[in-house]
């Protein structure tokens, strides 16, 4: 579990984010955090192997992506429902109705034989997380070894989703600065 911690007085060089469950918010500790103090990693971005946390997803089979938002009536695409494609990972979104649609719209590929995505057509949000509760049910019931080999079945899927995504962000800059100077 992620934790944010706030410290009295707060200062930027106090706070944390505290990633094993202890709360330390005491200035004697050195901030660690190499982001935050400006040393971007090397090798971080869309085109590069490294991403943030990816010894933790390391251990994920299926992100479960609670999205910015639930109640809206329409679809919404964050940075939450793009870890799990840049990390090449099955997902089952919390999300408005239509998201996983919109996602479809953009040419990306999700796992309908496997994940009953049926709760994207749900309009009444508490039907919808009790069809989502229901489903992560279902899959929490699945063996480990079933679950490897879905992954393995959709590995061409997770390939796909990743290079689309590394594609749209290298292409639609310059698609949309073509559009707007021929008009």
């Not at 099955?90 to 953009?106: D, E, N, Q, Y």
């Amino acid at each position: 579990m992620i934790t944010r911690i706030y410290t009295f007085p707060h200062t930027p060089i106090n706070d944390a984010w505290n990633f094993d469950g202890r709360i330390n918010g005491s200035p004697s500790v050195s901030y660690k955090d190499r982001i935050i103090e400006g040393k971007i990693p090397t090798g971080f971005g869309p085109n590069k192997q490294t991403t943030l946390f990816c010894d933790f997803y390391k251990n994920i089979a299926i992100d479960i992506v609670t999205e910015t938002v639930f109640e809206y009536p329409y679809a919404v695409i964050s940075e939450k429902t793009i870890r799990p494609i840049v990390h090449k990972k099955m997902f089952l979104l919390v999300a408005p109705p239509g998201t996983l649609a919109m996602l479809h719209s953009f040419g990306f590929k999700t796992f309908g034989d496997f994940i009953n995505e049926d709760y994207d057509d749900i309009q009444d949000p508490c039907t919808r997380i009790e069809f989502i509760v229901n489903e992560l049910d279902r899959i929490s019931k699945i063996s480990i070894d079933e679950i490897q080999q879905i992954i393995i079945k959709y590995k061409s899927t997770l390939q796909h989703n990743y290079n689309h995504y590394t594609w749209l962000c290298n292409n639609e800059i310059d698609q949309i600065v073509s559009e707007l100077c021929s008009t």
